[in-house]
């Protein structure tokens, strides 16, 4: 017995050098003390019923037909003869139920629209192909708040998308309302689609195309040797994709807010924390608590099987760093037909964007379009002293979590995936799981944590005088926003082959020295894919922003600003946009620096 | 012997002439050289540097007898002195001050008891100061040239910087307009107000930030429920200029209360806006829709507004708004407990929900709604942004409601908060209301006077017109006693039931054309008070006003509160798809 754990611990012994214990360790403490315990506070009346605890609460949503409803009620969509009208709002399952269902529609709309992208941009050659390569981007751009008023210009029946399809080209002999859930769906695909793109184009360039060529030399072509040889291959990357938007699509808030006076589109349970989670005496409520762990647990489970399932097949090639030429065909006209084919869907998804810039520029958007063009609204914000503090911000604090992230995530995706242990896909899966946890959740327990043990200090929120929100808002961007580094790190990780660095480590460098000298420069796109991410999302990040951030208006980000604009004065709407488009210029140009950099090589988002 | 030296370099003649101190220098192209030479210690020529000496000598003895008769000592004339004196006095009050110190050409002088000062000096340019303790000191450029000078100099009060801290529910825009106004006017000047410090809070949160004492100075803007759920926080002001502004608003405007007295009848809040409830009508989506100017509350329970394809009316949720809570609790107290929850039940039948009383404002300006309810200043916004828009009272079903500003008991800074609160209330401050971006109405009528009140003759017209409003008798403490659990039940069977609510509504709506007599008891059997199990006690209760009232207390537990809203909300999904059963049949 004794020599059996006697074993274990050498075994475990060797595998630990100074470096590894510092790398599970500090990522380890972050994350517990900042994520774990806050949250735990925050919940642990989820489990508690009068004092004593209970699983009643889980047992309540479970059994209630609120939450849960396999029947389901309502009709999927109405024709309405007298005002010649079709209107998509989807059917009501019961809270829980509505979120899986649009998540998994999402996931798949977004997978197959996303695959249908990607293998066009990997595999062929055509004119054009970097405008194609551009919008496909371009829904990555977030501009919040604002793009709630475009969406709804957009799909409302008197709005633009059905003058275009019913009143011009005619396509329809009615006009469509996509509604409720149906335009969550709708919305939810076109907005995150670009990460299965991402993902999937990755997989398809880095894929080894010897073994494409293989299977045509035992011939196999087109759609046979795209479905027994590639899309086997690249379906890791795909999955992962695909799963990740499943996530996202379930704690999306977004898309709910912008539809919310549907009753239908209340019933998802991002917006039932979102909506619940404080009242108005700011108790906490139980059940609340409660329907966030579930969200939480199904979150997490779906990131159990990306990681398994990723891992279960390493395609890491022993040859990394040969440029090989590019499996790229040029199209024939059909081709081109079928590819030009996919140009409209491809605008439509970036029209939020484009009319997030059309209301900046416009100076009222009461109609089908925007009227009035005038730069007022851009000069506005130059002239305006207050915007350039919230934009230095906005930046400074982006790039402290920058430095943050990357150096968090260096740690916990090598421990992930070099280190020998069985418990340390846990760590993986704890610096992971900010992603399902939904900001607003995060941005209340810091609250309360902060409030009640740094009384007094600088810290705490209630603090009217001297509360510096940076500390707290800089802490929160970097753990919301860590899991996008970690996993792109862990995925250039895991293409790396780990026999070379056991060649350096033969050689007589230590670990840490591998590290450097051979391993970061192999994974540093990824690294470097990974800040870019991480740049984009803290800089558009929400919920910390405006329920923190907003407590000592010197220190807020650009989005609570854009926040306290859009809501206050009527007729803020355009400057909020102007703000909005700086953010995507922002967002924009950091994308374009570091894609000028990547080229071909886009790194994995996501896993 | 001879140094030979035949093309051109540096050459050390040094070297060459203590070998033999000759040299020649041959095949030298032609062209002019430089030579230099150098030597090592010379001899001085003493005769030369004697000579000098002698010379600078007798150079300064000359420039010293010059100097020296310049500069020699005058006999005195007698100059004529003429007095220079004055008063010194307090900025703010203008009383004299005693025993200030003022200094001038090496003189210093005290004020005597009447503040008085006498200095005889000659005609010139002086320098002078005037300090006195707890004041800061002041210097003046003086010039006597041949007569006496009289001066009255006001030394300013020393005080310390003050930044309020105000916390409020007001938006950016009245914030920083308010500031801006503020912290150019005098009294903020004269008390030395540099800073204004807003905390923009939401209500629940409003009570963590006041049991901090000290940290907050005035409490403004939030609605008079929220201000007195807080009563214990507020005290009464006591500065002159406070009570003078406070004497001159009235105590009702149109039947509402804009002062609020405590027990023991001291002040404890003033209104400084007003405003009624009513809603915000988008004439093209009416015509559109075909659908009538609604004139009273019932109206917005049409069956009209059921039957178009999607809802084209907005309300919000009162737990997220409180001028929805208090619209509701208007309709509860205008119609009555029981048929008041009728028309709130088949309103929400009509109607999008909302998270935001602005969002159903914007639905109304984009066209989105033909029908909003809202607080008057977001009509008035809406019309200003969209002529289409207007904003309409319901005849005798409206109130008033007065928009509070409290001093803070525990306010470390009560002088310069009294005087914030003096501002708002006077007609400068209430110019705020005026701005064409705000559009509320104010307290103080004296605004109009001003040459701002005078260009805003709409805001006048409409002020008038909300003072001959008469509206409900509201009964404040009757709404408070039930408000939580009025919120929390319209919420759980209006809002999370409402896709059935609609249902059944819409099918019961049908009938109205072709069977009266069922839709007549459909539409009472829908709307009837839900009946439900007690969660605690397990009896089935009906949600009277007088339950509502008992539970009230109880609901601040959240863990009460989620177990009573799921009781009302499965009881509310079974009344609602019975009656659409029975209606469809």
Known sequence: MMGWVRGRISRLLFELDPTSIAFISIPLFVFSFFLIYPLSEMLVIAFTRDGAPSLSWFMDILSSRFYIDPMGQGSFLEYSPEYNLLYIQGRDHGVILNSLMVAASVSGI?????????????????????????????????????????????????????????????????????????????????????????????????????????????????????????????????????????????????????????????????????????????????????????????????????????????????????????????????????????????????????????????????????????????????????????????????????????????????????????????????????????????????????????????????????????????????????????????????????????????????????????????????????????????????????????????????????????????????????????????????????????????????? | MLTKISCIQKINLNKILRQNQRFNLEKLKINAYPIKGMGMGSKVDKSNSKRIIIALGLILIAISIVAFYILRPREEIPEKKYLFSGRVIDSATGSPLKDATVKVAGLSVKTDEDGRYRIELKPGNYSMTVEREGYTSRSEVLEIRDRDVSMTITLVKVRKPITLVILTRHDTTIQEKAKASFLASNISKELNIVDLRFMPSAGPLWEDYLKREGEVDVAWGGGPTLFDSLLKYWAQPTSKIALEIIGEIPDKIGGAPIKRFGGDGSLLWVASAISSFGYTVNNRGLSSWRLDKPLSWRDLASPGLALLPYPQLGIADPLRSTSHTRIYEIILQAYGWEEGWRVLALMAANSKIYDSSDAVREGVITGDLAIGITIDFYGYQAMKVNPDTEYIIPEGESIINGDPIALVASSRNREAAEAFIAWVLSPEGQKLWLDPSINRMPVNERVFETPEGRAREDLRKLYERTLKTRGIEFDDDRALRTEMAMQQYFKAVLIDQNLELKRAWREVAKLRESDPKRYEELRRRLTDLISFKDPTTGKVESFTEEYAAAINPRLADPAFSDSMMKAWRDAARERFTEIYNLASR
């Open chain 1, 110 to 607: 977004a997978g197959l629209f996303g695959l249908l992208v990607a293998f066009t941009l990997a595999r062929y050659e055509f004119p054009g192909k970097s405008i194609f390569r551009v919008l496909s981007m371009t829904p990555l751009l977030l501009s919040p708040f604002v793009n709630v008023f475009v969406i709804k210009k957009l799909f409302e029946p008197f709005g633009l998308l059905n003058w275009l399809l019913h009143d011009v080209l005619r396509v329809l002999p009615f006009r469509v309302y996509f509604d409720g859930l149906a335009a969550v769906v709708l919305v939810q695909s076109l907005t995150f689609y670009p990460i299965v793109v991402l993902n999937t184009y990755s997989a398809l360039v880095n894929m080894d195309p010897t073994m494409e060529e293989q299977g045509e030399n035992l011939g196999a072509r087109g759609l046979g040797l795209f479905l027994r040889v590639t899309l086997p291959l690249s379906f890791p990357g795909l999955l992962a994709g695909a799963l990740l938007v499943f996530i996202f699509s379930l704690e999306d808030l977004g898309a709910p807010i912008v539809f919310h006076g549907n009753p239908l589109t209340r019933k998802l349970i991002s917006f039932q924390v979102y909506s619940r989670f404080i009242s108005e005496t700011g108790a906490r409520s139980p059940e609340i608590a409660a329907l966030s762990l579930i969200l939480l647990a199904c979150a997490i489970a779906v990131f159990i099987v990306i990681r398994n399932y990723v891992s279960l097949r390493p395609y890491a090639t022993v040859s990394r760093g040969v440029r090989w030429k590019p499996r790229e065909r040029r199209l024939g006209p059909i081709g081109l037909a079928a590819a030009y084919l996919m140009l409209p869907p491809l605008v439509f998804s970036s029209l939020p964007q484009i009319g997030v810039v059309a209301l900046a520029l416009s100076e009222r958007w009461a109609g089908l379009l925007p009227e009035g063009l005038t730069l007022w609204n851009l000069v506005q914000i130059f002239v305006n002293p207050r915007v350039s503090r919230f934009l230095v911000n906005s930046l400074a604090y982006a790039v402290i979590s920058i430095a943050i992230i990357i150096s968090l995530s260096l740690m916990s995706s090598y421990a992930a995936s070099r280190l020998r242990f069985r418990w340390i896909s846990l760590l993986d899966a704890l610096v992971t799981s900010p992603i399902a946890i939904p900001g607003i959740a995060i941005a209340i327990a810091y609250f309360y944590f902060f409030s009640n043990h740094f009384r007094g200090s600088p810290l705490d929120p209630i603090n009217v005088l001297q509360f510096n929100p940076a500390p707290i808002l800089v802490l929160g961007y970097s753990l919301r926003r860590l899991p996008f580094a970690a996993r792109s790190i862990f995925a250039g990780l895991q293409q790396v082959h780990v026999n070379l660095e056991e060649a350096a480590m033969n050689l007589g460098a230590g670990r840490l020295r591998t590290i450097v000298k051979v391993t970061a420069p192999l994974i540093s796109l990824n690294i470097l894919s990974g800040a870019l991410t991480s740049f984009v999302y803290v800089v558009g990040e929400v919920s910390l922003s405006i329920i923190i951030g907003v407590l000592n208006m010197e220190y807020a980000p650009m989005t609570a600003y854009m926040r306290d604009v859009w809501l206050s004065a009527v007729g803020s709407l355009q400057i909020a946009a102007a703000l909005g488009l700086l953010l995507m210029l922002m967002q924009l140009s950091v994308i374009l620096i570091t894609t000028v950099g990547l080229k071909q090589r886009y790194a994995f988002l996501g896993v």
